[in-house]
C-alpha cells in the first residue's frame, strides 16, 4: 500500500485518541505521503503543534485569524492543497459542526471550503457514540459523501468503560485512505472471501451450553480489511457482542454445524480465513425441555460428540478455495503445534497466537502472530487486532497472487 506523493491534511480533533495521530502522521509518511497539520484547541489540550509539526516535518496550522498563516497559505489553500482530508480524532463536537457546516475555525473553515475526499476517524465516549444527536449528524456527513472509518470496539481511556467508540488504529486510517484515494489499488477486487469468526454455542438444552472463549474481534477485523482490499467478503459469525463490520455480508449462525452449512453456501470462494474458534465437540442428545436439578440422582451425564472441523473440510473441499488459512490458538508448544495443523487441516498458512491467559489476547485489542507455512516460520510483532488485521489482508492477497500464477 502506497500513498506516494499524496498530500494528505490531517485535521487533528480534541480528543484523548489526538495521541494516536502522532502515530498516523509516521504512518502516512512512511508511505510516501507528505502530511499538513491542522489542530483545533482542542487537540492542543493533549498534544503539542511542536510534536505533530517534528513528526510531519512542517508547520502545523491553528488559527483562523493569524496574518501570517493567512498570507503565507490561507485557509482557501489549504482546504485546496490537497488530496484528501482526515480527521482525527473527530469528536462528537467536531462531527457536529462540520454537519452543519460551521466555519468559525480554521478546522471548520477549511473543511467547508474543500472540494477533496473527506475521511472522519471518530473517536469518543459510547454514550457521546450512541446519543441520537451524534447519530443524525453522522448521518448528514455519511449523505454528504464524507467517509468513515471506526469507530472500534473496546475499553476507553475512562476507567471501567468500554464500548463502541475508540478511534480506529492508525495503520488501519492509512489503509482506509489509501484505498480512498487510489481506489484503483485494490489487489482483491473480483475475489471472493470467507472468513469464520466468533465462537458457537452449542446447546444442552434451551437454556444451557458449551461454547469456547472468543470475542470476534481478530475475525471480524480480518473480514473488514479482506473488503478494503477490494475483496467480496462474507462474514460467519458465531455469537459475539462487537457490530458486523462495514462492506462485509455477515451472516449469523450459534452452532459449528450452522456455521459449516454457511461455509458450504459461501463456497466457491477465493480466500477462506477460518478465525471461529469452533466449539470441538457437541452433546450427543439436545434436550428439548431444559434438565432438572435432581438432587437425588446427582449432576446428570453429557455425552459428547465430535462436531464437523471446518477449517480441515474446506482444506480437503473440492471446491478448496486457492488460499485457506487457519488459526491455532494454543497455550503452549505454539510453533509445533501450527506446524501439525498446517497439514492435518490442508491449509496454506496457520497464523499462531499464544493465548495464555496472561498474555490478554482472549477478547483484548492486541494480539502478537506467527505466520507458519510450509516455508517456515515468521514472527510478527505485537500490535492492535485491526493492525495484524490489515498485515494480513496484504499477505493473503499477496499469496493469493503468486498461487495464481502458478
Ligand atoms: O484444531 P484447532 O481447533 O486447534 O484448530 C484451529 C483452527 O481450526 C482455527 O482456524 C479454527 O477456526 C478451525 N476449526 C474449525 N472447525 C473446528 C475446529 C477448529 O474450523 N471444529
Redesign the pocket.
Known sequence: MSLNAKRILLIIGGGIAAYKCLDLIRRLRERGAAVRVIMTAGAQEFITPLAAGALAADKVFTDLFSREDEHDVGHIRLARDCDAIVVAPATADLMAKMANGLAGDLAGAVLLASDRPVLVAPAMNPAMWAHPATRRNVETLKRDGVRFIGPEAGEMAERNEAGVGRMSEPLAIAEALSSILDGGEKPLSGKRAVV?SGPTHEPIDPVRYIANRSSGRQGHAIAAALAQLGADVTLISGPVTIPDPDGVATVHVET?RA?MEAVEAALPADIAV???????WRTEADSRQKIKKQASEGPPALTLVE????????GHHRQRPALV??????TENVIA?AEA?LAR?G?DI?VANDVQPEKGVMGGLRNAVHIVTADGVEDWPESGKEEVAAQLARLFADRLASAEKG
Open positions: 469464520t459449528a456455521m477460518m478465525v471461529a474458534a469452533v466449539a470441538d462436531n464437523p472441523d471446518i477449517l480441515k473440510a474446506v488459512v487457519g488459526f491455532a490458538a494454543e503445534n495443523k487441516k491449509a496457520i
